[in-house]
């Protein structure tokens, strides 16, 4: 499903804080970048049938975009980027798109030297944290030799959302909580359950990206999200490239400030 209506590429809705997440000028020095930039990849099929191309090509182009994407957050000076790169739901698409889907998040884990050459520190959210992914067992290697190989660095942290829905975290989290809660006493409140997600020290969202033109979280990031302004584009992921994600921090720049009710820092936590 689409909806187009966005012309222009972008329209706004949540309440955003750019100055609270801003985390200094970014490399174009032209003013503040947010810290934490996540982004839904969406339309690769639609962007392959646009061409005649089969879907398969909308995701092979799209795996090229988001390494893209990563090099221009970094050179920005974004310091989170966070892309959603396969949900629980995925799981439904047929069997060859699913096989074909995961074999590009081994062709993004490829990638790892150069991004360690970057300093660019990867992780992972989703159910390999739990323990309870249905991932081929060599894709999640791959996804552990990059986690290990990038965790000393301290340039930008590019997460991949993999296997991941954000009602299950939650899940995971209530049940880790509730654990600790029986074993030591620890205390339950927001600040407990941020420190119990699948990735503790990810700050909030400070912008929140859709591509395709399509308003949903699409089970994303719910907790993280609470107060992020959302940038929906026509654009389909294969063509959002640099000059969007720019577009995007720009339009992010005029936001009007909200009520700051962008949930608990989880970094904040010791
Ligand atoms: C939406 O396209 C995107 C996905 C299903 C997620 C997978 C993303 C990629 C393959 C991009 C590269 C990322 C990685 C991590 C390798 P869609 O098929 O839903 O498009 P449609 O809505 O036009 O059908």
Same mark, same amino acid.
């Given at each position: 499903?689409?909806?187009?209506?966005?012309?222009?590429?972008?329209?706004?809705?949540?309440?955003?804080?750019?100055?609270?997440?801003?985390?200094?000028?970014?490399?174009?020095?032209?003013?503040?970048?947010?810290?934490?930039?996540?982004?839904?990849?969406?339309?690769?099929?639609?962007?392959?049938?646009?061409?005649?191309?089969? +879907?398969t090509e909308?995701h092979r182009q799209g795996e090229v975009?988001?390494?893209?994407?990563?090099?221009?957050?970094?050179?920005?000076?974004? !310091?989170?980027?966070?892309?959603?790169?396969?949900?629980?739901?995925?799981?439904?698409?047929?069997?060859?798109?699913?096989?074909?889907?995961?074999?590009l998040?081994? #062709?993004?884990?490829?990638?790892?030297?150069?991004?360690?050459? #970057?300093?660019? +520190?990867?992780?992972?959210?989703?159910?390999?944290?739990?323990?309870?992914?249905?991932?081929?067992?060599?894709? $999640?290697? =791959?996804?552990? =030799?990059?986690?290990?190989?990038?965790?000393?660095?301290?340039? $930008? #942290?590019?997460?991949?959302?993999?296997?991941?829905?954000? !009602?299950? =975290?939650?899940?995971?989290?209530?049940?880790?909580?509730?654990?600790?809660?029986? +074993?030591?006493?620890?205390?339950?409140?927001?600040?407990?359950?941020?420190?119990?997600?699948?990735?503790?020290?990810? %700050?909030?969202?400070?912008?929140?990206?859709?591509?395709?033109?399509?308003?949903?979280? *699409?089970?994303?990031?719910?907790?993280?999200?609470?107060?992020?302004?959302?940038?929906?584009?026509?654009?389909?992921? %294969?063509?959002?490239? +640099?000059? =969007?994600?720019?577009?995007?921090?720009?339009?992010?720049?005029?936001?009007?400030?909200?009520?700051?009710? !962008?949930?608990?820092? *989880?970094?904040?936590?010791?």
């Amino acid at each position: 499903m689409s909806d187009d209506t966005a012309a222009g590429g972008a329209r706004a809705s949540g309440m955003g804080s750019p100055a609270a997440g801003a985390s200094g000028m970014g490399a174009s020095g032209t003013g503040p970048v947010p810290a934490h930039v996540a982004v839904i990849m969406d339309g690769n099929g639609r962007w392959a049938e646009s061409k005649g191309l089969p +879907r398969t090509e909308g995701h092979r182009q799209g795996e090229v975009t988001l390494a893209e994407v990563v090099r221009a957050a970094d050179d920005l000076g974004i !310091r989170w980027f966070t892309a959603y790169g396969f949900s629980t739901e995925n799981w439904s698409r047929p069997k060859l798109e699913v096989d074909f889907i995961l074999s590009l998040h081994k #062709n993004i884990f490829d990638r790892r030297l150069e991004m360690h050459r #970057n300093n660019v +520190r990867i992780r992972c959210i989703g159910r390999p944290v739990a323990g309870t992914s249905r991932l081929p067992r060599q894709i $999640l290697r =791959e996804m552990e =030799e990059s986690v290990e190989l990038t965790k000393a660095n301290t340039g $930008l #942290n590019f997460t991949l959302a993999f296997d991941y829905g954000s !009602r299950e =975290e939650l899940v995971y989290a209530a049940r880790n909580l509730l654990e600790a809660h029986l +074993r030591e006493g620890t205390v339950i409140d927001e600040r407990s359950v941020a420190q119990f997600l699948y990735e503790p020290a990810m %700050p909030p969202v400070d912008l929140l990206v859709r591509t395709s033109g399509e308003q949903r979280l *699409s089970n994303f990031l719910l907790w993280q999200s609470v107060g992020a302004p959302f940038y929906v584009t026509s654009t389909y992921w %294969p063509d959002f490239g +640099r000059a =969007e994600l720019e577009a995007a921090v720009d339009w992010w720049r005029a936001v009007p400030q909200g009520d700051g009710a !962008r949930g608990p820092a *989880s970094s904040a936590i010791a």
